[in-house]
């Protein structure tokens, strides 16, 4: 089955202790990318990939860091974590670049309380 | 940039009642548009995407949508809602230059009166 694993579910942490949020894809998908969900925003970009060891800053970068060392995988860091962070995070792939049938597939979203 | 506006924060419609969610968009060039759902503590499910051609776009769960250029609209409707629809709406356009970026609206919380 085609899907998008995030891990952990759930997380509770306190400011200042790094944490990593891994995010897997089975697709064999180039693109991937991290958005956080608040209330009356909608979904944001904080990082995407077009392919291994390519990354790049979306749309709220701060706070966070990625690495894609390999094509399944795409862990979104939080070296220091703070209050603000406090969010629900969605990893997603996409099937390819330029102009076709291009579907974002969501993973099931990790939510994140930081004290 | 690409953007988009959900107008409505919550719409609350009467169970067998007719729904329509508004959208609309602001992209330079032709707009890959998409809908999704997200129900209370779940995550994104696809409702139904546009890329070109036919303008009137049929999803799951009996949900179509429009594309319409001149007034930079995809409105979602259902003719008959269920109680089971309630849940939030995401509008959302995929910028191509700009990283296969989805760019989102602020989602619409429906809400359905039994």
């Known amino acids: 089955e085609a899907q998008v694993t995030q891990n952990p579910r759930y997380l509770i942490t306190v400011t200042g202790k790094k944490l990593t949020v891994t995010c897997s894809q089975n697709?064999?998908?180039?693109?991937m990318s991290w958005y956080r969900q608040d209330p009356g925003l909608g979904l944001r970009q904080i990082y995407y990939s077009m392919n291994v060891e390519v990354t790049d800053k979306g749309d709220v970068p701060e706070g966070y860091k990625v690495s894609r060392k390999e094509k399944r995988n795409f862990p979104l860091i939080l070296e220091s974590p703070s209050p603000n962070q406090t969010s629900l995070y969605f990893c997603?792939?996409?099937?390819?670049?330029?102009?076709?049938?291009?579907?974002?597939?969501f993973g099931p979203g990790t939510r994140l309380l930081v004290l | 940039a690409q953007s988009v506006t959900q107008p409505d924060i919550h719409i609350t419609v009467s169970e067998g009642a007719s729904l329509e969610l508004r959208c609309n968009y602001s992209?330079?060039?032709?707009?890959?548009l998409f809908w999704y759902v997200q129900s209370p503590g779940q995550g994104l499910q696809l409702l139904l995407k546009y890329f070109s051609g036919d303008t009137l776009v049929q999803g799951i769960k009996g949900f179509e949508a429009e594309f319409k250029r001149s007034q930079s609209s995809f409105n979602l409707r259902k003719p008959s809602v269920h109680w089971s629809d309630a849940a939030e709406y995401f509008c959302a356009v995929l910028g191509m230059e700009y990283g296969n970026k989805l760019v989102f609206g602020a989602g619409t919380i429906l809400r359905v009166k039994s």
């Open positions: 997603a792939s996409i099937s390819s670049q330029g102009a076709g049938q291009e579907t974002q597939y």
């Open positions: 992209y330079g060039a032709t707009p890959y």
């Open positions: 697709m064999n998908h180039e693109y």
